[in-house]
């Protein structure tokens, strides 16, 4: 295919995705999905013996779709969530990470629910599937003023600076951001829970050769425990640039995931 | 292409409805950020070429800050920056405004003040490039200086630059689209996001920029009725100063 | 002609100095103007003339000596200034009608804005003007409808509404036409019949011999010259002079 | 927001400075292409040179009519895929961030340079021509010896205001993924939460940099006003 | 004066037609200019002077009729009008000398671009001529740096640059301040006096007098009257001429 005649492969990122793949400390992607994707460079390598250039290109939740579909991007190492309107564009790996959405609020205001946030401001980020989510909770009766902030950055400044009441989106994007927060106390999840969400790297639709052997390269991990490492290093550990520790243990969805690697949504 | 726009979204509308949902935030920011740029755009402008030290300086002022920074981080400055200024009730009520007025608001008063500035800089031109006898004559009939300006200086220096405010105009509602930074669902913004929930880029974007292009050719033949109906009898409507620096389709006068 | 109310002057310039930068544009100009009279300048370009005549209703500032117009002297405050610029009239080369207004318009403007006529007051005056310019049926149209000699003469009416007591012309006919001269100097003739006092930039010589009381000659800045028609141009007492005339009249 | 924290700006210098780099090459790449382009397409229409007027006509109006954001949405993802479908090789044919920013500025800006440079055709003298003509020079020579070097001194004003512009307007490539100064601040603020600090600062920065070209062009204008009276 | 070699027609003009639009420039004009022949053409304004000799060089297509220049017929190709323009000056009212050259810079570029002369040697003719309007120091100056008189001259050395057989003037001193109209027309004596054939549009009846061998006069598009200039000034025919005199002589 294209890599093997290019000689090269162009890796999306993101660049605050945290811990998936995001800046490090000199402006260098770093994240347990890269790591991942280091892999299956390697076993690209392998397989065709020889060396390929690796490109990195940044994207964002708005474009990285229609980047994978326009060949600009061969494969996005983010925490971009698999779901079925999505694999009508673009296919997914194996499931790399279970999240579920999740509300972040300011303790201060005191929410104890999302019922409470009946008839509030509430913030998701742009092209992120959040959004989606957040209008289906409005229209089946939360009725949400959803505002749609470009970067999570924004979306959280929007949440501490009192412009919105919650931020809706992945539990684990929300962990790490509250932990690079100056004082993280003063914001707290609402216990609701909802659907999992599971995340794959996501790469261009029709490619079944390619695709089996992201998988392949996943489930030799999985199986070999060196994915469960992967996932200490960065879910357990303190992580560049500040050295914080997200301090998010491996999840029963994600162990049964590892068990049984699969790319169903269900 | 544009089967999207009849297709239904998560709401139960059309897509063709949140386009338009979009253009009339587009279109209410365009037109109403353009009277706040006019307003302020002349006063300033006016001010530009005062004899007064303080008011000239002042006014240079303005145009130099308003013009100097891109709209995306004016945008950004009005939007999170200027609450915190704000006493805190007065902050944190235009904070809690709900949305989309919350980012209306700051992308109305980002939008106006910074063409504000380019409309001062082409008013100011104006007067500059009128011919020094005509305030000579004004003060040689003994009018004074605020009437000189009122009834002589200014009517000419915006019928000169109407050409060259048309482009302001058509640059204000293109920047409308700047607002979607900060979350307002304008045309562009839909059409992304009904690119996003449908994946059909090509169909949404296309159908938005069919709507730019007609709100420019609205916009543009609206202006050179505005020269028409100002046109002074007498002068010829191609005269050099009277340049057609933004004349958008085709010759002026042609229409 | 008017010699007899000889210590009534109009206007009273005395060692009057003017600067741009460091090029001395007036030196120790002396003139004064008895009312009635009518004064001609002449003088080769850039000699000052357009300067002198514009200082005398301070559209140009003088930097030093003093000019009184009608007994007031010209450093006091914006508002004496304006008071003289009522009083004086300024006709200038380019016309400088106002294009966006109606030649009513450009009539009544200054009366009702500077002089608080009502709108009616003005109108009727700007009409009398204007009959007496000979253009009354163009008061609707605007100055770009009108050739060249009639919008100066618009410009003469414009003045003359203020009903000022002196006029002055900068050149008014020599961006006119050769066709279209002879109907302003007319009017300017009429007027000086009528027994306005005048001070007019010209090189209309014929012009000069048949109105003027005084003939001004400037070069360089100074008044080399100042005698009546007849021996300004029969006898004139400068070499500068002399060379002037010879290549104006050539 | 109190207790703004500038300590993360000075941290974040480097970065920011490769930010502002890429904003710089862009805009000089940017002004340089779109200006060859531009005369071009104002020569075209100047001359009337049949079929090629109008479409450079209707080229320059479509640009003009088109928010930038649209433009770079257009070419970032629309092109590639174009491109591919007429190079018939089946899959999209990517350009990367970086062209497609570079593409699209420089085609965009050409629009506006060549309204500017039409304008400044059409304002040089009649006389001009005629004289040219009088003198048999022929229309190259007219245009290369006569014609154009007044235009650039007419117009050089306007080019450097638009081109200020067009350094302003490198703060949208965010939508590229691309790094520019407004990018550098805005990643570095998403990574430890200081967007007021960084943005408060590039807008500083903007404005110093603006601020002195737009002296520049005063001083230009100033200098051109000279020049062309007599 | 040189009528000898009287069928060496310079410029022949045969029912000449030139319409703007609907309006009708020219209706049907003849004229014919002989080698040597000095032609003044005077008239009102608007009536078609500046189109009859813009027509000349075809600066301006004319509609009906046949003009011969030196022998060619002005309806040829592209390549037959560039050569028939090099040998036809031209200058015009307003100078347009190029503002952003320098004089030399002005005076050389035809020479080198048109008739392929080398920078020494397009240098030197430049000098020549410049020296023959009296201005060679002025040489490394740009227009904007010239009185209206020096940029008239330098046009008009800028057009013997290439050596023309004709020269035509359009109105060469009425932009002129009155002082700088006689270096013009000096200049444009002493050319007459060298023999160069030249149709000139003025209204210095002066100089129409001085160096005229025919005197056209036009209006309203077509030619009224032509003569030698002490018919047509001591005797004009028509009526409008006599009116037209009467106004440009008072
Ligand atoms: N605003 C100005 N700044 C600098 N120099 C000026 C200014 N106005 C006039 N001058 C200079 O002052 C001198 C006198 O100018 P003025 O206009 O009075 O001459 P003039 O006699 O009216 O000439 P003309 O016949 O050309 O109108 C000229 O040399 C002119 O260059
Ligand atoms: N390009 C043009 N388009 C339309 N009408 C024109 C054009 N050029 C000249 N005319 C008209 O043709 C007529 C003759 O013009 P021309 O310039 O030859 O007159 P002229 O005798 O030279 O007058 P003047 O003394 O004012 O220079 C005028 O009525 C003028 O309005
Ligand atoms: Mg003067
Ligand atoms: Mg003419």
């Known amino acids: ?266 | 292409m544009f089967d999207v726009l009849f297709q239904r979204g998560f709401d139960g509308r059309l897509y063709l409805e949140w386009l338009l949902s979009g253009l009339g935030w587009t279109l209410a920011l365009a037109f109403i950020g353009w009277w706040i740029a006019f307003a302020i755009g002349v006063l300033v402008g006016v001010g530009r070429t005062s004899k007064s030290r303080v008011i000239a300086a002042l006014s240079r002022l303005y145009v130099e800050i308003f013009r100097n920074i891109p709209v995306l981080v004016q945008m950004f400055l009005w939007y999170f920056v200027l609450p915190e200024l704000l006493p805190t009730g007065l902050g944190t009520w235009v904070k809690q405004l709900p949305p989309p007025w919350g980012a209306f608001f700051p992308a109305l008063l980002c939008l106006g003040t910074y063409t504000a500035a380019r409309v001062a800089e082409q008013v100011r031109a104006g007067i500059e490039a009128l011919p020094q006898g005509q305030e000579e004559a004004a003060a040689a009939l003994g009018l004074s200086q605020l009437d000189t300006r009122r009834f002589v200086v200014v009517p000419q220096a915006l019928r000169l630059i109407i050409p060259s405010l048309t482009s302001e105009v058509m640059g204000i509602y293109k920047n409308t689209s700047v607002a979607l930074t900060i979350g307002l669902l304008e045309l562009t913004a839909q059409a992304r996001q009904i690119s996003e929930n449908t994946f059909q880029t090509f169909g949404a974007f296309a159908s938005a920029t069919i709507i730019y292009l007609l709100l420019a050719l609205v916009a543009y033949r609206l202006m050179l009725w505005i020269d028409a109906k100002y046109h002074i009898p007498g002068t010829s409507p191609s005269k050099p100063a009277r340049k057609p620096l933004f004349g958008l389709f085709g010759k002026r006068g042609a229409a | 002609m008017n010699q007899s109310n000889a210590n009534t002057n109009v206007v009273e310039m005395i060692d009057v100095c003017k600067r741009y930068g460091t090029f001395e544009a007036l030196k120790k100009v002396n003139l004064s103007v008895r009312k009635g009279e009518r004064i001609i300048i002449c003088g080769p370009s850039g000699s000052g003339k357009s300067t002198l005549i514009r200082c005398i209703n301070r559209i140009e500032q003088h930097d030093a000596g003093s000019i009184v117009v009608e007994g007031q002297e010209l450093t006091g405050a914006e508002r004496d200034i304006a008071k003289v610029r009522r009083e004086v009239g300024m006709v200038f080369q380019s016309f400088n009608l106002f294009p966006h207004l109606t030649i009513l318009e450009n009539c009544t403007l200054a009366p009702r804005r500077a002089r608080g006529l009502s709108k009616a007051e003005a109108e009727d005056r700007a009409m009398h003007y204007l009959s007496k310019v000979r253009i009354p049926d163009q008061a609707k149209k605007y100055p770009g409808q009108l050739s060249g000699g009639q919008q100066q003469r618009v410009a003469i009416a414009r003045a003359l509404c203020m009903e000022p007591r002196v006029m002055l012309f900068d050149e008014p006919t020599s961006a006119l036409d050769p066709e279209m001269v002879k109907e302003v100097l007319d009017t300017m003739i009429g007027l000086a019949e009528e027994g306005m006092t005048m001070l007019c930039v010209t090189h209309e010589m014929g012009f000069a011999k048949q109105v003027a009381d005084r003939v001004v000659f400037m070069d360089g800045g100074q008044k080399i010259e100042e005698a009546d028609p007849q021996t300004f141009f029969g006898a004139p007492e400068n070499d500068r002079t002399r060379a002037f005339l010879q290549q104006v009249l050539h | 927001m109190n207790g703004l924290d500038f300590s993360v700006v000075a941290d974040a210098l480097p970065y920011l400075w490769k930010g502002l780099q890429f904003s710089l090459t862009l805009t000089v790449v940017a002004f340089a292409a779109g200006l060859v382009l531009g005369v071009a397409l104002a020569l075209v229409q100047h001359l009337e040179v049949p079929v090629l007027s109008p479409l450079a006509k209707v080229y320059v109006a479509i640009m003009r009519s088109i928010p930038l954001i649209m433009v770079l949405f257009w070419f970032f993802f629309l092109v590639p895929l174009i491109i591919g479908a007429m190079m018939n090789s089946g899959r999209p044919v990517p350009i990367g961030g970086l062209w497609t920013a570079i593409i699209t500025f420089s085609l965009f800006e050409a629009a506006y340079y060549s309204e500017i440079i039409r304008v400044g055709l059409r304002s040089v003298n009649k006389g001009q021509y005629e004289a040219a003509k009088a003198l048999s020079l022929s229309t190259a020579t007219t245009y290369r010896s006569i014609v154009l070097p007044q235009v650039f001194r007419i117009t050089s004003p306007i080019i450097l205001n638009q081109t200020i512009i067009l350094f302003q307007d490198t703060s949208l490539v965010y939508v590229l993924s691309l790094t520019d100064l407004t990018g550098a601040a805005s990643k570095i603020a998403q990574l430890n939460g200081t967007l007021v600090e960084m943005y408060l600062f590039i807008a500083l920065v903007y404005l110093v940099i603006c601020t002195s070209a737009s002296q520049l062009v005063a001083v230009l204008r100033k200098r051109t006003r000279i020049a062309t009276t007599r």
Not at chain 1, 89 to 105: I, K, N
Not at chain 1, 216 to 234: C, I, R
Not at chain 1, 257 to 265: E, G, I, M, Q, Y
């Open chain 1, 1 to 266: 295919d294209r890599i093997k005649d290019n000689g090269s492969i162009t890796i999306g990122h993101r660049e605050a995705s945290i811990p998936f793949s995001y800046l490090g400390a000199n402006q260098e992607p770093v994240g347990f999905s890269l790591d991942l994707c280091e892999k299956i460079v390697a076993k690209i390598e392998a397989d065709l013996g020889e060396e390929i250039d690796v490109n990195y290109v940044p994207v964002n939740s708005s474009n990285r779709i229609p980047l994978i579909q326009n060949g600009t991007v061969d494969i996005e190492c983010g925490g971009t969530a698999n779901n079925k309107t999505r694999q009508e564009q673009v296919s997914f790996s194996v499931a790399t990470f279970v999240s579920q959405p999740a509300w972040l609020t300011m303790s201060a205001s005191g929410l104890k629910e999302a019922a409470d946030l009946k008839g509030q401001t509430v913030v998701a980020t742009q092209g992120s599937n959040a959004v989606g989510f957040a209008q289906q909770m409005s229209t089946d009766g939360l009725d949400l003023n959803l505002v749609q902030a470009k970067d999570h950055a924004e979306s959280f400044l929007m949440l501490t600076s009192g412009r919105a009441k919650a931020f809706l989106e992945d539990d684990i994007l929300l962990a790490g951001l509250r932990a690079a927060a100056s004082d993280p106390s003063t914001l707290a999840f609402l216990p609701d829970s909802y659907d999992k969400i599971y995340y794959g790297l996501m790469f261009a639709k029709d490619d079944a050769e390619f695709k089996a052997l992201v998988d392949g390269v996943l489930s030799d991990m999985m199986a070999s425990g060196e994915f469960t490492q992967a996932y200490e290093k960065w879910f357990m550990q303190p992580i560049p640039p500040k050295n914080q520790n997200l301090d998010f243990p491996m999840s029963e969805a994600l162990k049964e995931r590892v068990a049984n690697p699969s790319d169903s949504v269900e």
